[in-house]
Every structure is written in C-alpha cells, then in structure tokens.
C-alpha cells in the first residue's frame, strides 16, 4: 500500500457575534458537500501571498457571509487532519472573534448555500464539526463574559 504524502494548511476565519435581546448570536453557513451531504460551517478560508491572518479572515467573512465585521480579538486556533487525493494534509485554522459593522447576509458569496444568524445554544447541535462545536462554545463564553462590544450590561 503506498503512503499518503503530508502536507500542511492554514485558514483563517471568524466567529461573528451579535446580540439580540442581550443574547448573543453568530453567523454560521450551509454547504452542500459530495462527502459529508449539507455541512453547517463558520466562514473560514485560505490566505492570499501577501495577507495577514488578520487580513485572511476578515476577507473570507466578508466574501462567505456578505457581513462587513471588525475583529474584537484573536481567539483560538483549530487543528484536524484530512486527506486529499494522495496527501494526509495537518490543517489548522485560526479564528478571530469579530462583531459585524455593516453589510448583509444576502451578498454572501457562492461558497455558502445559506448563511443566517443562530443562538449558541443552537449551534452544539446545528454545526456539523465537532472541533467548531467546542470552538463556538469557548466563544460563547468569551462573549458573555463582560466587555464583549454589544453585550448589555447585566443586571445586577
């Protein structure tokens, strides 16, 4: 049996939060995949030569969810391996949590058949990856822990 080749990839992507009513929600996107039928994904995606991480993810938020957004703060890095054809390829995936300040859903790009707004509640079950579950349930968190841009202050 021959030997897979390794490679290694990196993406950058972000976890848009709003809040509504003083709960927060952020902005996932559906795929349709020959391999895994409909994923429900974050944005994420490959940086360009001369791009930043910063620069990769706030581009591919934009392109994927039609969503103009700041970064708020680096958050965490994901790590999974995948095969490709002959290559077993170490992916990791950095991820920034970002509020939106423009744009909408609607101008997402091809690469989500649908995009929408969802409670963290419902992405533990929504999201199709186990690695952006955890992810999103850290960010969560972070975003209700105080002084996260948006969030009402709680009453005391």
Do not use: C, N
């Not at 996107?29 to 991480?53: A, M, N, S």
């Not at 990856?129 to 992810?135: G, N, P, S, V, Y």
């Amino acid at each position: 049996m021959a030997r897979l080749r390794e490679a290694t990839a990196t993406s950058a992507g972000g976890i848009v939060i709003r809040f509504v009513d003083g709960a927060p929600q952020l902005v996932v996107g559906k795929r349709r995949r020959e391999r895994d039928g409909v994923t429900w994904t974050l944005p994420k995606g490959t940086p360009h030569k001369v791009e930043t991480t910063e620069e990769t993810a706030v581009r591919e938020v934009r392109e994927e969810t039609g969503l103009d957004v700041r970064i708020v703060r680096r958050f965490d890095s994901i790590e999974y391996v995948f095969a490709q054809g002959r290559t077993r390829i170490h992916k990791t995936v950095h991820y920034f949590l970002m509020i939106p300040v423009g744009g909408d859903l609607e101008r997402h790009d091809h690469e989500f058949d649908e995009v929408r707004w969802i409670g963290f509640d419902d992405a533990a079950t929504m999201l199709t990856f186990e690695t952006e579950r955890a992810l999103v349930a850290r960010a969560g968190a972070a975003a209700t822990a105080g002084g996260f841009p948006g969030a009402e202050p709680l009453a005391s």
